[in-house]
Structure formats: C-alpha cells, structure tokens
C-alpha cells in the first residue's frame, strides 16, 4: 500500500472475462468427428489457465464428448447433450477431448492468463496508469473505500490504450481521501 496525493493506493490485480452467458464452446457431432464453434473436424481449442468455460454438447448418443485428463473437476464430463463446465487447472499442461466411444477427438491447449506489471500511477485531478501487458486484454480500474467489503466500483475510464507494449489508462478520481484502487484485466 502506498500513500499519494492524500488517498491511498492498494494496487492488486484481478482477472474477469467478457464472455457472455452464453456457452463458449458450441460441440455437435454431424458424422466420426466434433464440430466445435462452426470448425471441423476436432478443431485444437485452446483456453486461459484458471479461466472456467462451458460446452453447449449435442453431439448424439453414440458419440460423448469428453475432456480427457484424469483427476480433472469437470462438471457433467462424457455427456452427448447437456452442459459441461470445467475450471482449467493453472498448470501448464494440454489436454484432450473424444468421443468416448470412437476416440475421435482433438487437443485442448493451455496458455497463461495475462500479465502486467505497473510502470508508473500519477494521481491528480485523474489517475492515469502506465502499465505492461498483452493487446488482447484491457486494464479496468476500480476503487473501494473499505476493503473488508467485496464492493469494487468501477472508475470511469476516459482513455484507454494499448502502444508499443504498455497500456496507459487515464481514469477519474474516485472519491474520498481514503481509498483503495486496483487493477482487474479484461479480455477484449
């Protein structure tokens, strides 16, 4: 924690998607493969460590899908219609699907989460932030007056952009004298 310009700075780092409710992965089985969001046949699928993601399934009753790993939480894992939802393990490791029947199937690769490093926070009539970091992510700004409250609310970004690898956000100040900021990155 860092005191600057008579509030104080808790810089920590959160990490949320964008994705809708919407399941991510969309899996049908038109014939001895996947077709997965529209790309055929068994598709390489790749997902962010950490990340949790769900499998619309409707692949028929000869040919469940499933993730193969074994020890991996997966939620309703083998299933030919329904909704599995899985949790990707944050270590570095790919995976498999199949057909549980045929073993017809695909690789899951695993990639990290985004990183970043904060460069420099000026605070004054705005906060404006200089961090490191991937383009395919943004950096979202929030404050709480009490960190013993999971309430973060947003502040309001009026710029926002990604140059020669760092991002510079320019926000409002939030109010009060006491405060805490930290960071959430967001998939673009």
Known sequence: MKAFSGFIICLGISLADSRAIAA???VSSPGSFYNINSLQPNPTLTVVRGETYTFAINAGPTHPFRIINPGLRITNNNISVGTISWTVP??????RYDC??????GAIHTVPPPTFRILRLDAGTDLTLRSTGTNNWTIIPQYSTNLSR?????????????????NETVCGRPPGTNVFVRLRAQRL
Request: proline share 0%; net charge positive; charged share 10%.
């Open 24 to 26: 991510d992965f969309n």
């Open 90 to 95: 944050t270590n570095a490791v790919n995976y």
């Open 100 to 105: 549980s029947f045929h073993l017809f199937g």
């Open 150 to 166: 999971s309430n973060w609310l947003a502040l309001t970004v009026k710029t926002n952009r990604f140059l020669a690898g760092t």
